[in-house]
C-alpha cells in the first residue's frame, strides 16, 4: 500500500494555484481536448460528459485511467499527451490526497485568498512568522449625534475633486484656534486609543472606542464614509501600509505594531494625526523601523518655515531612512488639511523634484511611511487596505502642522507625549 492510502481525493486546480502545494500533495498533470479528432471520438467524449456530468471527481479519474479509449481524448494524463496537432486547453493538475473531503474547498479556499490578497508565492506564515493578514468583515458605519457639524461628504460619500494647486492657510485668529482645537482633539483621541492597543484587543473595539470619544467630544470622524470608506479611524496592522479598516476579525498579538490614524472635524476643521503603537514587546528590528520613522518626521518638522521647498521634506525623510536601509513609500503622501481633509500641497516623503515653497500660514501634514523591504503595494478589494507586496513590515506617523514665521507649530502635538519628555511623537527621548 502506498503512503497515501487507500482513500483517494481529487482536486482540480490551475498549475499557478496548485504552485504553493506542489510538494506536499501527489499531482498528476491533465489535460482537455478543445476538439476530438474523430466523429467516434467526439460521440464518446459527449457521451461520457453527459453520463458522469454529476459522477464526483474522483470517480471519474478511476474511470479514466482505467479506460484506454480516452487517453490522449478528452482528457489525458502526463503520460498520455496529446498527439501532435491536437488543440489542448492549458495543462491542469490533478491532486490526489488521503483526506477524503473537504480538501478540495479546503485548498481552493487557501489559493483563493493568496491571490486575492498577497503577491503570488507568498508564504502563509507572514513576516518573522506572524500569519500574514486577510480582509474580515466590516461591521456597519456608525452613527453620529443629529446635532454634530458633519463634512459634505458624511451624507453622500463622494469626495471633494483634490486639487494639488488649492493650498489650506489658517491665518485669522478663528483659523488658527479652529485647527489648534481640532489638532488637540485629535492628539487626545490618538493617545486614549494608544492605550487601548493591548494583546487580545480588536481593530474593531478601537474603532468603537474611538468613534465614542470624537462624537462625545462634539466632533465627527473624518474617516467616517470619506469617499465610503467605512470606518471612524484607520488601523494599519504591520505589513499594512495605511488605510486598514477595523474589524472585528483582526485581533492585536504580543510583538504586532499598529498604526491608528484619527482625524476629526471639529468646528468646521479636520485635524490629523497618527503614530505607530508597539504592541507588547516587538523585535529588535521593528523596532528600529518604528524609531527610525519617528525620526525622520521629527526631522523632517524641524526644516519647515517659510520659505524652504517643500521637496526639502522628502529630501530629509529620504536621507534617513537610507541610512538604515529602510524603503520610503512613494504612494501615499501628505498633504494640507484644514477645512477640507485633503488638499494641495502634496507632501511626497521620498526625494523628488517638485515645485513650491513653504509660505507662512499654511497648514498641511507630514505622515511618513517606511518599510523594511520593498515600497511596493498590493491594494486589496476593498479600495482602502494598502499591504507591502513583499509582506515586510512598515510604521507610520504623521503630525498635522500650521508654518509660523519662524517655523511651524505642531497642531496635534500629544498631551501624554509631552508629559513623558520633550519628543514630539514618542514621549522620553
Ligand atoms: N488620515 C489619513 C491621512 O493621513 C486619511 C485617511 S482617509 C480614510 O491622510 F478615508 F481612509 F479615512
Ligand atoms: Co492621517
Ligand atoms: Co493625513
Not at 471527481?57 to 474511470?63: E, I, N
Request: include cysteine.
Amino acid at each position: 500500500m502506498d503512503v497515501w492510502g487507500k482513500i483517494r481525493h481529487f482536486s482540480i486546480l490551475s498549475e499557478s494555484e496548485f504552485a504553493p502545494f506542489s510538494k506536499l500533495f501527489r499531482t498528476h498533470r491533465y489535460y482537455t481536448t478543445q476538439a476530438s479528432q474523430t466523429e467516434r471520438e467526439r460521440e464518446k467524449y459527449h457521451q461520457m460528459r453527459t453520463t458522469y456530468k454529476n459522477v464526483p471527481l474522483v470517480a471519474k479519474f478511476r474511470l479514466l485511467r482505467a479506460s484506454t479509449a480516452y487517453r490522449g481524448g478528452g482528457l489525458g494524463f502526463e503520460n498520455a499527451r496529446p498527439k501532435p496537432g491536437r488543440t489542448v486547453s492549458t495543462p491542469k493538475t490533478a491532486i490526489e490526497c488521503k483526506k477524503k473531503s473537504g480538501f478540495a474547498s479546503e485548498i481552493l479556499n487557501k489559493t483563493r485568498e493568496k491571490v486575492q490578497n498577497t503577491v503570488n508565492g507568498r508564504e502563509e506564515n507572514g513576516f518573522q512568522n506572524r500569519k500574514a493578514l486577510k480582509p474580515g468583515t466590516v461591521t456597519k458605519m456608525r452613527k453620529v449625534y443629529e446635532d454634530t457639524l458633519k463634512p459634505h461628504y458624511a451624507e453622500t460619500g463622494v469626495l471633494p475633486p483634490y486639487n494639488d494647486a488649492k493650498y489650506q492657510f489658517a491665518r485669522t485668529p478663528d483659523e488658527i484656534e479652529g485647527m489648534r482645537k481640532a489638532g488637540l482633539l485629535a492628539a487626545e483621541v490618538l493617545d486614549y486609543a494608544e492605550s487601548l492597543c493591548k494583546p487580545g484587543v480588536t481593530t474593531e473595539e478601537i474603532d468603537e472606542k474611538v468613534h465614542l470619544m470624537i462624537i462625545d467630544a462634539g466632533a465627527y470622524p473624518s474617516p467616517l464614509n470619506y469617499g465610503e470608506f467605512p470606518k471612524s479611524v484607520c488601523t494599519s496592522l504591520n505589513e499594512c501600509i495605511c488605510h486598514g479598516i477595523p474589524t472585528p476579525d483582526e485581533t492585536l498579538l504580543d510583538g504586532d505594531i499598529i498604526n491608528v490614524d484619527v482625524t476629526v472635524y471639529l468646528n468646521g476643521y479636520h485635524g490629523d494625526t497618527s503614530r505607530t503603537i508597539r504592541v507588547g514587546k516587538v523585535s529588535e528590528q521593528v523596532e528600529t523601523l518604528c524609531r527610525v520613522t519617528e525620526d525622520a518626521l521629527e526631522a523632517a518638522i524641524k526644516i519647515v518655515k517659510p520659505g524652504v521647498p517643500l521637496r526639502r521634506i522628502g529630501a530629509t525623510i529620504h536621507e534617513i531612512a537610507d541610512k538604515h536601509k529602510f524603503g520610503v513609500v512613494d504612494k501615499f503622501v501628505g498633504h494640507g488639511v484644514g477645512k477640507e481633509f485633503h488638499s494641495g500641497p502634496t507632501i511626497r516623503h521620498h526625494r523628488n523634484n517638485d515645485p513650491g515653497t513653504i509660505e507662512a500660514g499654511m497648514t498641511f501634514t507630514i505622515e511618513p511611511m517606511l518599510t523594511i523591504g520593498g515600497t511596493r503595494d498590493i491594494m486589496w478589494k476593498d479600495g482602502w487596505t494598502s499591504v507591502t507586496a513583499d509582506g515586510k513590515w512598515t510604521a507610520q506617523c504623521e503630525h498635522t502642522l500650521l508654518v509660523t514665521d519662524t517655523g511651524c507649530e505642531i497642531m496635534t502635538l500629544s498631551p501624554a507625549k509631552k508629559a513623558l519628555g520633550d519628543h514630539l511623537i514618542r514621549g522620553a527621548r
